[in-house]
């Protein structure tokens, strides 16, 4: 039936009614919008860390990965590495977000300059969001279309994912997301690891893989092609820079009880994840052997349906059922990031449009309800995305370079009290401008012809070099106008600062943004470098153990992949 077997139909409809009856269930602890958007903050270390790993990992992150390992070879990891250096940095992040005490990132961005600063972000993060929507429903659409052979059309398959996602993330909110990415984390992992083992047998193992393979580059983990040396630092700088202006990443970090249950959650679900990208990567490279015919130019033989085609041919030669849980598989990964954006997009809008400007002083019942509403508009608009989008890649791309657009915005104003209201609008602008003049295809021929060669890919200015000018000139400008622009009024600034470096103990209750329990004053500053207007705070022990400990990981992932290059060799 739709080109999937009668016990595949039985596995996956176990699955889908099960989750979501839990998702559904979760809507009678849902009181008011700290529940609706932050969960109650009530969530131990372990559901932290899977709904860590499940917002931010799906099955659009597999044929992302696997699509660009067809095309670049091993190099194509990066894709979803870029944020591996800046991983244990996460460690650290943690605990700036969960002190801040906000439901929002908009908030933080209020606080720290003005309402106008956090409405551009609230506009700014929506879109974000909805954006990543689009391309994480596609890519869902993509594997579902090639596990059926077709028989499930992309387009319907779009349809039936987000109805299933919003029907418990609508009612639930952040904690039926957060208690369904336990479930769907767990499955996300299943479905990273399945396809590898049968994907090597299918090609002799990794003799046979080499073997298969002409070109010998594929087999680099950084390539003099697209994906260089140069590549990869600029996307881990892009990375952890735009981390933290992700709305869904307020959430990750603070609905935990405490903030040792957020920075662990943080670290070491995203951990996971790099763990997995190894399988997707392989996977895509044994496509190249199984499938060579997937060009790229057509949507029938596009690259982003090998690991749709892999799950399709190989699982069913194991045992029957396994397709249908590999489907279910996905879509646990693609709702499990799904619901989370969802939830913090209509947290944006409610909290810091709707409340801020339309509607001032109403009930929380009143706001509970925009939430939901505003979270059915947020997924039409992702739903728009998804029709337009030609391919998960490119997609990518755009997510990866519009995620960081307020970047300077955030770090500068973290660690410098001289940024202002107008250095914030700036960098904004100026990182904006520079990312469109940088991608305008009227201006690639100019570009070719006038720029070092090292700059250009494909007739193209390379992705890395458009993230280096627009980086550097937002950081830039941002400072610049800052020094020429009057300050933040410094009561606000206290207020800011006081309340980061004040530690959360216990179960504190939801106040209000960066409102201290009464009683708690904020400690005198412990600052890394003593001036005036720098606000680095000294580390922490836990903090420096932890992030030499994530950095030891880091430096064995990268051990790990160039072993595996080398193998068969």
């Given at each position: 039936?739709?080109?999937?077997?009668?016990?595949?139909?039985?596995?996956?409809?176990?699955?889908l009614v099960g989750i979501t009856g839990v998702g559904v269930y979760m809507v009678t602890r849902v009181k008011d919008t700290a529940d609706f958007f932050m969960a109650g903050r009530t969530q131990n270390r372990w559901f932290m860390m899977f709904f860590a790993f499940g917002s931010?990992?799906?099955?659009?992150?597999?044929?992302?990965?696997?699509?660009?390992?067809?095309?670049?070879?091993?190099?194509?990891?990066?894709?979803?590495?870029?944020?591996?250096?800046?991983?244990?940095?996460?460690?650290?992040?943690?605990?700036?977000?969960?002190?801040?005490?906000?439901?929002?990132?908009?908030?933080?961005?209020?606080?720290?300059?003005?309402?106008?600063?956090?409405?551009?972000?609230?506009?700014?993060?929506?879109?974000?969001?909805?954006?990543?929507?689009?391309?994480?429903?596609?890519?869902?659409?993509?594997?579902?279309?090639?596990?059926?052979?077709?028989?499930?059309?992309?387009?319907?398959?779009?349809?039936?994912?987000?109805?299933?996602?919003?029907?418990?993330?609508?009612?639930?909110?952040?904690?039926?997301?957060?208690?369904?990415?336990?479930?769907?984390?767990?499955?996300?992992?299943?479905?990273?690891?399945?396809?590898?083992?049968?994907?090597?047998?299918?090609?002799?193992?990794?003799?046979?893989?080499?073997?298969?393979?002409?070109?010998?580059?594929?087999?680099?983990?950084?390539?003099?092609?697209?994906?260089?040396?140069?590549?990869?630092?600029?996307?881990?700088?892009?990375?952890?820079?735009?981390?933290?202006?992700?709305?869904?990443?307020?959430?990750?970090?603070?609905?935990?009880?405490?903030?040792?249950?957020?920075?662990?959650?943080?670290?070491?679900?995203?951990?996971?994840?790099?763990?997995?990208?190894?399988?997707?990567?392989?996977?895509?490279?044994?496509?190249?052997?199984?499938?060579?015919?997937?060009?790229?130019?057509?949507?029938?033989?596009?690259?982003?349906?090998?690991?749709?085609?892999?799950?399709?041919?190989?699982?069913?030669?194991?045992?029957?059922?396994?397709?249908?849980?590999?489907?279910?598989?996905?879509?646990?990964?693609?709702?499990?990031?799904?619901?989370?954006?969802?939830?913090?997009?209509?947290?944006?809008?409610?909290?810091?449009?709707?409340?801020?400007?339309?509607?001032?002083?109403?009930?929380?019942?009143?706001?509970?309800?925009?939430?939901?509403?505003?979270?059915?508009?947020?997924?039409?608009?992702?739903?728009?995305?998804?029709?337009?989008?030609?391919?998960?890649?490119?997609?990518?791309?755009?997510?990866?370079?519009?995620?960081?657009?307020?970047?300077?915005?955030?770090?500068?104003?973290?660690?410098?009290?001289?940024?202002?209201?107008?250095?914030?609008?700036?960098?904004?602008?100026?990182?904006?401008?520079?990312?469109?003049?940088?991608?305008?295809?009227?201006?690639?021929?100019?570009?070719?012809?006038?720029?070092?060669?090292?700059?250009?890919?494909?007739?193209?200015?390379?992705?890395?070099?458009?993230?280096?000018?627009?980086?550097?000139?937002?950081?830039?400008?941002?400072?610049?106008?800052?020094?020429?622009?009057?300050?933040?009024?410094?009561?606000?600034?206290?207020?800011?600062?006081?309340?980061?470096?004040?530690?959360?103990?216990?179960?504190?209750?939801?106040?209000?943004?960066?409102?201290?329990?009464?009683?708690?004053?904020?400690?005198?500053?412990?600052?890394?470098?003593?001036?005036?207007?720098?606000?680095?705070?000294?580390?922490?022990?836990?903090g420096m153990i932890g992030f030499a400990i994530f950095w030891g990981w880091v430096v064995g992932l990268i051990a790990l992949v160039y072993w595996i290059a080398g193998l068969g060799a």
């Amino acid at each position: 039936m739709l080109g999937i077997d009668f016990w595949d139909w039985v596995m996956l409809g176990i699955y889908l009614v099960g989750i979501t009856g839990v998702g559904v269930y979760m809507v009678t602890r849902v009181k008011d919008t700290a529940d609706f958007f932050m969960a109650g903050r009530t969530q131990n270390r372990w559901f932290m860390m899977f709904f860590a790993f499940g917002s931010g990992t799906s099955g659009n992150d597999a044929v992302g990965v696997s699509s660009k390992s067809y095309t670049s070879g091993m190099s194509g990891i990066w894709y979803q590495w870029l944020w591996l250096f800046a991983t244990p940095f996460y460690w650290l992040i943690a605990p700036i977000m969960r002190r801040s005490r906000c439901l929002t990132t908009g908030d933080f961005f209020e606080q720290r300059y003005d309402s106008s600063v956090g409405g551009l972000y609230a506009i700014v993060g929506v879109s974000q969001l909805t954006l990543n929507l689009g391309v994480l429903l596609l890519g869902g659409s993509k594997m579902v279309e090639a596990v059926s052979n077709g028989a499930i059309p992309a387009n319907y398959a779009v349809v039936a994912m987000t109805v299933m996602f919003v029907a418990y993330g609508v009612a639930g909110g952040l904690a039926a997301a957060i208690f369904t990415d336990f479930i769907q984390g767990i499955l996300t992992i299943i479905l990273s690891f399945m396809l590898l083992p049968v994907a090597l047998k299918a090609v002799g193992g990794f003799e046979g893989l080499r073997a298969g393979v002409a070109d010998p580059t594929v087999f680099t983990i950084v390539s003099p092609g697209e994906i260089n040396g140069f590549h990869v630092v600029m996307t881990g700088i892009l990375a952890l820079v735009g981390i933290v202006t992700q709305p869904h990443i307020m959430g990750v970090c603070s609905a935990g009880r405490t903030e040792f249950d957020g920075r662990f959650g943080f670290a070491t679900g995203n951990l996971i994840k790099r763990f997995c990208t190894i399988p997707w990567m392989l996977v895509g490279i044994c496509g190249i052997v199984l499938y060579p015919q997937l060009t790229g130019t057509s949507p029938d033989t596009s690259p982003d349906l090998v690991y749709g085609l892999v799950a399709r041919d190989l699982l069913p030669t194991i045992m029957p059922g396994l397709v249908g849980i590999f489907l279910a598989a996905l879509l646990a990964s693609i709702m499990s990031s799904c619901d989370a954006f969802m939830v913090s997009c209509s947290g944006l809008f409610t909290q810091n449009f709707w409340r801020r400007y339309i509607v001032t002083n109403a009930d929380e019942k009143h706001y509970l309800w925009v939430g939901r509403i505003a979270s059915l508009g947020v997924v039409v608009g992702g739903l728009s995305f998804a029709y337009l989008i030609p391919d998960v890649p490119t997609g990518l791309e755009w997510f990866f370079r519009m995620q960081a657009v307020m970047g300077a915005a955030f770090w500068l104003g973290l660690f410098w009290r001289r940024m202002t209201v107008a250095g914030a609008w700036a960098a904004f602008v100026t990182g904006v401008t520079v990312v469109f003049f940088t991608t305008l295809p009227q201006l690639q021929p100019w570009y070719a012809a006038n720029l070092p060669e090292f700059m250009i890919w494909e007739g193209k200015l390379r992705f890395s070099w458009s993230v280096f000018f627009y980086m550097t000139a937002g950081f830039s400008v941002g400072i610049l106008v800052s020094l020429l622009t009057p300050r933040v009024p410094e009561e606000k600034l206290e207020v800011f600062y006081g309340a980061l470096r004040t530690p959360v103990t216990g179960e504190e209750p939801h106040a209000a943004p960066f409102v201290l329990p009464p009683g708690v004053t904020p400690p005198p500053p412990h600052k890394l470098i003593n001036h005036p207007d720098l606000e680095i705070p000294f580390p922490t022990k836990v903090g420096m153990i932890g992030f030499a400990i994530f950095w030891g990981w880091v430096v064995g992932l990268i051990a790990l992949v160039y072993w595996i290059a080398g193998l068969g060799a």
